[in-house]
Nanobody, 124 residues
Framework: QVRLVESGGGSVQAGGSLRLSCAVS????????MGWFRQSPGKEREWVAS???????KYTDSVSGRFTISQGNDRKTLYLEMTNLKPEDTAMYYC??????????????????YGQGTQVTVSS
């Protein structure tokens, strides 16, 4: 059973930066993808970014150029570096992993496990 624990959320002003981390335990994510999702109150969960074993990455348009997804060498930690934050980035951010999808994807269907989330609040 995969266990995902996010950390690093907080409150910042617009233009600020945060680095989210996700600790992965209970299962070795050898070849499949990992990613980040977010959800704002009253909205559906939204895919943010995805990374493959060989560091291929993909981002939703609204964060491209501002967010960077990365992973530890042993794939036990996943990161999301967020810069130039905007109020519309305010959301609960969730780490997610897949047990079978090998290429990066924005499709939630491919992700089997999610963490409990970490809150990011950006004020104007």
């Amino acid at each position: 059973q995969v266990r995902l624990v996010e950390s690093g959320g907080g409150s910042v002003q617009a233009g600020g930066s945060l680095r989210l981390s996700c600790a992965v335990s209970g299962y070795t994510i050898n070849r499949s993808i990992m990613g980040w999702f977010r959800q704002s109150p009253g909205k559906e969960r939204e895919w943010v970014a995805s990374i493959s074993q060989d560091d291929q990455t993909k981002y939703t348009d609204s964060v491209s150029g501002r967010f960077t997804i990365s992973q530890g060498n042993d794939r036990k930690t996943l990161y999301l570096e967020m810069t130039n934050l905007k109020p519309e980035d305010t959301a609960m951010y969730y780490c997610a992993t897949s047990t079978w999808r090998l290429t990066v994807s924005d499709v939630a269907y491919y992700y089997d496990n999610y963490g409990q989330g970490t809150q990011v609040t950006v004020s104007s």
